[in-house]
């Protein structure tokens, strides 16, 4: 049961995905090029760019709501999107994102050796910080169910922003699983300390820092 749940937890929730995704598109459309590109016409000023990646974004950004929709309905064409976003889009926010759906899909369906050459593609094609924290989690996430502590470990580098906690409460699972008490316990209070905000998490995470204090 305890794998089961470890397993249950190797994925980020899909809205917040999303979210980014939506986010970081604005961010990324205008600053790919520097005022214009050559195309068949001859120079296409940057409102005409403009209005191209803001069409570009629009269709990745329905592509990717109608993805997340298919996934939570169980619906198995949210595959075929998520493939289509990750071939199409493979170079915006909205690919990546597809990459770490995809990599949830693999492991839902027991293929973690796929699940992690997405999070490793994800690792290798992004710059952005939450993306990387996301497949840098589910990849220790992996390492831990498979008892591939050393792995797991090497993978948790300080991260020192909002995902800190998160780190801190996945070094304090794997202390745990290795048998080392008192740093498990060690790494979920400092995981308390980091949190901020999510009080449902919080809440869990301090039922299984006493647990382990108790135990």
Do not use: C
Not at 87 to 95: C, F, R
């Amino acid at each position: 049961m305890a794998e089961e749940n470890e397993i249950g937890r190797l994925h980020l929730a899909v809205d917040e995905d999303a979210e980014k995704a939506r986010e970081l598109w604005k961010k990324y459309g205008i600053g790919i090029v520097a005022g214009v590109v050559l195309g068949i016409g001859g120079v296409v000023g940057i409102h005409g760019w403009r209005d191209y990646v803001d069409d570009r974004g629009e269709r990745a950004s329905t592509l990717y709501e109608s993805m997340v929709a298919a996934v939570r309905s169980k619906d198995s064409g949210g595959r075929d999107v998520a493939e289509k976003l990750l071939a199409d889009y493979s170079n915006t926010p909205y690919g990546v994102g597809a990459a770490l759906m995809l990599a949830r899909l693999e492991l839902e369906a027991g293929n973690a050796a796929a699940a992690k050459a997405q999070l490793n593609w994800v690792l290798e094609n992004t710059t952005e910080a939450s993306f990387r924290h996301a497949a840098t989690l589910r990849l220790a996430r992996i390492a831990l169910h498979e008892r591939d502590y050393d792995s797991a470990r090497a993978l948790l580098q300080p991260s020192g922003d909002s995902f800190q906690s998160m780190y801190d409460e996945l070094r304090g699972d794997i202390l745990a699983h290795g048998g080392d008490r008192r740093a498990a316990q060690i790494a979920y209070d400092a995981a308390l300390i980091a949190l901020t905000g999510r009080s449902g998490a919080r809440d869990l995470l301090q039922v299984k820092r006493d647990r382990i204090a108790t135990d």
